[in-house]
């Protein structure tokens, strides 16, 4: 018998239930010929069908253009007034694009003659590079039509699984059966995404080959920050191929947004922003209902959002959750009471900048005891799942390790996870590194202090921030659970808030009252001696901290001569106190895959078709290096305007897989912004720690029609109606 394998009478045993189990579900013949005809039914079969009427409406849906694209011939105007703070590595790295000017797509009747015909016949590849984000399918759809429009002998091809597809030359020809069958349809399902860089001379070379086989005059990535940095790089590389390249603003992180030198807004927001949020936002009114039903839950719920908090705060703007962490407001405190007393002390406190994980546990701690205090046992907290980033001590973990892992894979021939497989293994090489430091003397980014401090973190912590980095180097936030170790924390405080007798749950005036009475005690004589506030008007009552256990509501009690040594604590009065014990329990949530999916709003179906549409402008008009883009987002439809933005003057230097590399730069949550004070403003109404309503919003289900829908995400409506101001 071979070891390890169960083949044992048991084993059989199990195995035969399983085949009786079975015998039961695969029906016999008799009932499967009956289930055949029940399946032929006609309504029975439109009833199965995966056509509905929602699908086939969403698919009919056609986006409105831009004015421009309604002109049969755009061309372009480049728009000087736009200029950008370049920096000198991106001069030297990418000097055929650098000085490319912002492009205005300007409307009018054909050209006559041109030496370049603007209708000629063109070859296209597209890639997503990614994540998925809602409206991918209508940029292809919009640039689809453009070309066939203009000239119906173009063709555009799909790169399978993302840049992988055209390293591998592993591409469709996309066709308008294919193009009708996912407008307006989220995910990227029709040509798949993947997350490969084209990062080295030899992949460089690999994309060169491929665009040639396909004869390609333009290749359009349509990405993230790292993508479309990917696509200025390509776009130098292949200049003198005479291949264009065009970037899309994509992500549902919300973190590519683009100024220019004196601040004027060129792209308010990536594509896919407003579906997720408003996902994540449906989902999560629907738990404000649960927990303001059932009264027993806090539904603990981490948004995406890789870095950048844009999504957590849409959310709140969209439900008013009663908690909401936002990580760049995290990263911008500063303990005023820590600076000022180290101050004295003659030194500097450098952890007085920045929050710890301890200090936002306690914040959290501070809402839950708030809203207890008023009778609120319950409630919902939204935090960002990049949120560890912003927090000041794991901010160094992460990027120690990076570069941890970074340098081994680049001195080694396999690489850091596959040759330490275990957790054990992990930490043991990290220990050895501390070691030989110590030993050494010599410097290490991996100490025994950064080591002793590593080893107190939860397992699965460790796990998670030792977890492998994506392809371009970056921290997988969501392989970590944030939810986790943050309510960890403001679990074991809220156990200590309890002992200090703290935190309770507030009884309401009345039913203390008739509770009393029922039993016929009398309120006035034990109120004064059991709640701390029993003579204000307050219509919660908070038990005295120092009733923490039966056995000191009874010390207490007899010290207030309410009963004696040997009278028992009445039930009615035992049960009142039981009633202010908190039960704190959580339900965690998260918020990401889903929502990345999500069928478009109106906004993302209608963004998403005319960054198509522009694409194809910036073909036509001879650009490359540049990124389609759509200006005033943020106002009303009528006032869109479709442009190019150069790619390669918004770079700058960042620190990737431990190296400084030139990368677009990603916006993070501006804490000086109209839409975050308004939200800062508003918290406290919407912590609603006071008897009555909570302040929940419903902003309902997801539409394409926006007939019912915000036309726009929120955040852009008030840091608009903040700047207009
Ligand atoms: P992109 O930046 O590629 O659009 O992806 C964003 C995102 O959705 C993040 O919000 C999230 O952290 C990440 O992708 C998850 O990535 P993965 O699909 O690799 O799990």
């Given at each position: 018998?071979?070891?390890?394998?169960?083949?044992?009478?048991?084993?059989?045993?199990?195995?035969f239930?399983?085949?009786?189990?079975?015998?039961?579900?695969?029906?016999s013949d008799?009932?499967?010929?009956?289930?055949?005809?029940?399946l032929?039914?006609?309504?029975?079969?439109?009833?199965?069908?995966?056509?509905?009427?929602?699908l086939?409406?969403?698919?009919?849906?056609?986006?409105p253009?831009?004015?421009?694209?309604?002109?049969?011939?755009?061309?372009?105007?480049?728009?000087?007034?736009?200029?950008?703070?370049?920096?000198?590595?991106?001069?030297?790295?990418?000097?055929?694009?650098?000085n490319?000017?912002?492009?205005?797509?300007k409307?009018?009747?054909?050209?006559?003659?041109s030496?370049?015909?603007?209708n000629?016949?063109?070859?296209?590849?597209?890639?997503?590079?990614?994540?998925?984000?809602?409206?991918?399918?209508?940029?292809?759809?919009?640039?689809?039509?453009?070309?066939?429009?203009?000239?119906?002998?173009?063709?555009?091809?799909?790169?399978?699984?993302?840049?992988?597809?055209?390293?591998?030359?592993?591409?469709?020809e996309?066709?308008?059966?294919?193009?009708?069958?996912f407008?307006?349809?989220?995910?990227?399902?029709?040509?798949?995404?993947?997350?490969?860089?084209?990062?080295?001379p030899?992949?460089m070379?690999?994309a060169?080959?491929?665009?040639?086989?396909?004869?390609?005059?333009?290749?359009i990535?349509?990405?993230?920050?790292?993508?479309?940095?990917?696509?200025?790089?390509?776009a130098?590389?292949?200049?003198n191929?005479?291949?264009?390249?065009?970037?899309?603003?994509?992500?549902?992180?919300?973190?590519?947004?683009?100024?220019?030198?004196?601040?004027?807004?060129?792209?308010?927001?990536?594509?896919?922003?407003?579906?997720?949020?408003?996902?994540?936002?449906?989902?999560?009114?629907?738990?404000?209902?649960?927990?303001?039903?059932?009264?027993?839950?806090?539904?603990?719920?981490?948004?995406?959002?890789?870095?950048?908090?844009?999504?957590?705060?849409?959310?709140?703007?969209?439900?008013?959750?009663?908690?909401?962490?936002?990580?760049?407001?995290?990263?911008?405190?500063?303990?005023?009471?820590?600076?000022?007393?180290a101050?004295?002390?003659g030194?500097?406190?450098?952890?007085?900048?920045?929050?710890?994980?301890?200090?936002?546990?306690?914040?959290?701690?501070?809402?839950?005891?708030?809203?207890?205090?008023?009778?609120?046992n319950?409630?919902?907290?939204?935090?960002?799942?990049?949120?560890?980033?912003?927090?000041?001590e794991?901010?160094?973990?992460?990027?120690?390790?990076?570069?941890?892992?970074?340098?081994?894979?680049?001195?080694?021939?396999?690489?850091?996870?596959?040759?330490?497989?275990?957790?054990?293994?992990?930490l043991?090489?990290?220990?050895?590194?501390?070691?030989?430091?110590?030993?050494?003397?010599?410097?290490?980014?991996?100490n025994?202090?950064?080591?002793?401090?590593?080893?107190?973190?939860?397992?699965?912590?460790?796990?998670?921030?030792?977890?492998?980095?994506?392809?371009?180097?970056?921290?997988?936030?969501?392989?970590?659970?944030?939810?986790?170790?943050?309510?960890?924390?403001?679990?074991?405080?809220?156990?200590?808030?309890?002992?200090?007798?703290?935190?309770?749950?507030g009884?309401?005036?009345?039913?203390?009252?008739?509770?009393?009475?029922?039993?016929?005690?009398?309120?006035?004589?034990?109120?004064?001696?059991?709640?701390?506030?029993?003579?204000?008007?307050?219509?919660?009552?908070?038990?005295?901290?120092?009733?923490?256990?039966?056995?000191?509501?009874?010390?207490?009690?007899?010290k207030?001569?309410?009963?004696d040594?040997?009278?028992?604590?009445?039930?009615?009065?035992?049960?009142i106190?039981?009633?202010?014990?908190p039960?704190?329990?959580?339900?965690?949530?998260?918020?990401?895959?889903?929502?990345?999916?999500?069928?478009p709003?109106?906004?993302?179906?209608?963004?998403?078709?005319?960054?198509?549409?522009?694409?194809?402008?910036?073909?036509?008009?001879?650009?490359?290096?540049?990124?389609a883009?759509?200006?005033?987002?943020?106002?009303?439809?009528?006032?869109?305007e479709p442009?190019?933005?150069?790619?390669?003057?918004?770079?700058?230097?960042?620190e990737?897989?431990?190296?400084?590399?030139?990368?677009?730069?990603?916006?993070?949550?501006?804490?000086?912004?109209?839409?975050f004070?308004?939200?800062?403003?508003?918290?406290?109404q919407?912590?609603?720690?006071?008897?009555?309503?909570?302040?929940?919003?419903?902003?309902?289900?997801?539409?394409?029609?926006?007939?019912s829908?915000?036309?726009?995400?929120?955040t852009?409506?008030?840091?608009?109606?903040?700047?207009?101001?």
């Amino acid at each position: 018998m071979f070891s390890g394998i169960d083949t044992g009478p048991e084993y059989a045993l199990k195995w035969f239930s399983l085949e009786a189990a079975w015998g039961k579900i695969n029906m016999s013949d008799e009932n499967a010929s009956l289930t055949d005809s029940f399946l032929k039914h006609p309504e029975v079969k439109k009833a199965t069908d995966c056509i509905n009427s929602a699908l086939t409406e969403r698919l009919e849906f056609v986006p409105p253009l831009c004015k421009v694209f309604e002109s049969s011939y755009t061309r372009l105007k480049a728009k000087p007034e736009h200029i950008f703070q370049i920096h000198p590595s991106a001069r030297e790295k990418l000097p055929d694009i650098i000085n490319n000017p912002v492009q205005g797509i300007k409307g009018g009747p054909e050209p006559t003659d041109s030496e370049k015909p603007w209708n000629r016949r063109l070859n296209v590849g597209i890639v997503f590079s990614g994540g998925p984000a809602p409206g991918g399918h209508n940029v292809i759809a919009g640039l689809f039509d453009a070309l066939g429009k203009t000239n119906p002998d173009s063709r555009l091809f799909g790169f399978l699984l993302g840049p992988e597809g055209i390293l591998e030359n592993n591409c469709i020809e996309i066709s308008r059966e294919k193009v009708n069958a996912f407008r307006n349809l989220g995910g990227f399902t029709m040509i798949g995404t993947g997350r490969t860089k084209i990062d080295t001379p030899e992949k460089m070379q690999r994309a060169r080959k491929t665009c040639r086989s396909l004869n390609l005059d333009a290749l359009i990535i349509v990405g993230g920050d790292d993508s479309n940095t990917n696509a200025a790089f390509l776009a130098q590389e292949l200049y003198n191929d005479g291949i264009q390249v065009i970037g899309v603003p994509k992500t549902i992180d919300g973190d590519i947004q683009v100024r220019d030198k004196n601040n004027e807004l060129l792209c308010a927001v990536s594509f896919g922003f407003h579906t997720a949020a408003r996902a994540f936002s449906h989902n999560i009114s629907n738990l404000c209902a649960d927990c303001s039903s059932d009264v027993k839950y806090w539904h603990v719920c981490k948004v995406m959002g890789r870095v950048a908090s844009h999504l957590a705060l849409e959310t709140a703007l969209q439900v008013h959750p009663n908690i909401t962490l936002i990580g760049e407001e995290i990263a911008d405190f500063i303990d005023e009471e820590r600076i000022n007393k180290a101050e004295q002390q003659g030194s500097v406190d450098y952890t007085a900048y920045g929050m710890t994980l301890r200090h936002v546990s306690r914040l959290i701690c501070d809402g839950i005891v708030r809203r207890a205090a008023a009778g609120k046992n319950y409630g919902v907290i939204v935090m960002p799942e990049g949120l560890l980033e912003f927090i000041n001590e794991i901010q160094v973990f992460i990027i120690k390790l990076n570069t941890i892992i970074a340098d081994y894979n680049e001195t080694h021939d396999t690489d850091f996870h596959s040759n330490f497989p275990t957790l054990d293994e992990k930490l043991d090489y990290l220990r050895r590194m501390a070691r030989m430091a110590r030993e050494n003397h010599t410097f290490s980014v991996w100490n025994t202090r950064d080591d002793d401090l590593f080893n107190v973190l939860p397992p699965f912590f460790q796990e998670g921030l030792l977890t492998e980095r994506d392809s371009h180097g970056n921290f997988q936030f969501s392989q970590v659970e944030t939810d986790k170790v943050i309510m960890g924390l403001v679990k074991d405080y809220l156990k200590i808030l309890e002992e200090r007798g703290t935190y309770k749950v507030g009884i309401e005036r009345k039913w203390y009252l008739r509770t009393m009475e029922n039993s016929g005690l009398d309120p006035e004589i034990y109120g004064p001696a059991l709640f701390k506030n029993f003579n204000s008007d307050e219509p919660f009552l908070l038990v005295n901290e120092s009733v923490v256990s039966v056995k000191t509501l009874k010390q207490t009690l007899v010290k207030e001569g309410v009963i004696d040594n040997e009278d028992d604590v009445p039930g009615a009065v035992e049960k009142i106190y039981k009633a202010s014990v908190p039960k704190f329990k959580t339900q965690n949530h998260f918020y990401g895959y889903d929502g990345r999916g999500n069928d478009p709003t109106w906004f993302d179906c209608t963004y998403t078709y005319n960054l198509g549409r522009t694409v194809f402008s910036l073909i036509a008009g001879g650009s490359t290096g540049q990124m389609a883009a759509i200006k005033n987002l943020e106002k009303t439809f009528e006032q869109w305007e479709p442009i190019g933005i150069p790619i390669a003057p918004l770079m700058h230097l960042e620190e990737r897989k431990g190296k400084l590399s030139l990368v677009l730069e990603k916006a993070l949550v501006d804490i000086e912004s109209p839409a975050f004070r308004v939200f800062s403003a508003m918290r406290g109404q919407w912590l609603a720690a006071h008897p009555g309503r909570d302040h929940y919003r419903r902003p309902g289900p997801i539409r394409y029609s926006g007939q019912s829908e915000d036309a726009r995400p929120i955040t852009l409506v008030l840091n608009e109606l903040g700047r207009a101001e």
